[in-house]
């Protein structure tokens, strides 16, 4: 049972635009909400994370919104330069993480 | 600081041998993760500790897989019988502490392939 769906599997978009990825989750116990980037060879590094009982974060060019009544989270890219290409997963925490699929956004120059 | 180490960093083996995988968390972590990652997917948890014993293992896929964490710090990830299937990434994680808003920190991985 997928309880992370994440979408799109990929994305491409032109340096200066925004990149939007969402997420849906279906466990209420999940209490904590990150979003996490993936370079090839890499372990994935925490970008940005969210708690149920906030609607929105912001840091820098990335933004958390999140809507807990639909169980869903989305992440926008500001700005989206060619360094910000790689995959990204969106997650969500019991104890453990359970990770979306993955997205696999290309920011082309 | 020094981050979260998995040692090897590749390990090819035949089908039906063992092997073991090490994880060195970041020094004063209490929670150690292990997930696997296959080609093109997300991490998907197996394993997790809180000090020295496995907090829940439920993520193991089967008896072939265990872990241990003898004293409270370096993981090992042990594999019987390996199958092609046990072929992916393994993810290792830690954390200050399992509970609350405490945020993994992920090591490089064990790119394990079967043969």
């Known amino acids: 049972q997928q309880q992370v769906k994440q979408s799109p599997q990929s994305l491409i978009v032109q340096k200066g635009g925004i990149s939007i990825i969402n997420c849906a989750y279906e466990n209420t116990a999940f209490d904590y909400f990150p979003w996490y980037q993936q370079f090839p060879g890499k372990g994935p590094a925490l970008l940005i994370a969210?708690?149920?009982?906030?609607s929105e974060k912001k840091e820098g060019r990335f933004t958390i919104s999140f809507n807990k009544s639909a169980k869903q989270f989305s992440l926008h890219i500001m700005d989206s330069q060619p360094g910000d290409s790689a995959t990204y997963f969106c997650?969500?925490?019991?104890?453990?993480?359970?990770f979306g699929s993955g997205t696999r956004l290309q920011v082309q120059p | 600081g020094a981050g979260v180490s998995q040692t090897p960093s590749n390990k090819v083996t035949e089908k039906g041998k063992y092997v073991e995988l090490r994880c060195d968390p970041i020094?004063?972590?209490?929670?150690l993760y292990w997930y696997r990652q296959s080609l093109g997917q997300g991490p998907e948890f197996l394993i997790y500790f809180q000090g020295t014993g496995a907090a829940d293992d439920s993520g193991l896929p089967n008896d072939r897989f265990f872990a241990v964490r003898p004293e409270g710090s370096v993981s090992t990830l042990k594999i019987q019988r390996t199958e092609r299937g046990d072929s992916a990434v393994y993810l290792c994680a830690s954390s200050l502490r399992l509970a609350g808003y405490n945020e993994q920190f992920f090591g490089p991985g064990t790119r394990l392939t079967v043969l």
């Open positions: 969210i708690r149920p009982d906030v």
């Open positions: 020094s004063g972590h209490t929670a």
């Open positions: 997650a969500a925490k019991q104890r453990a993480l359970t």
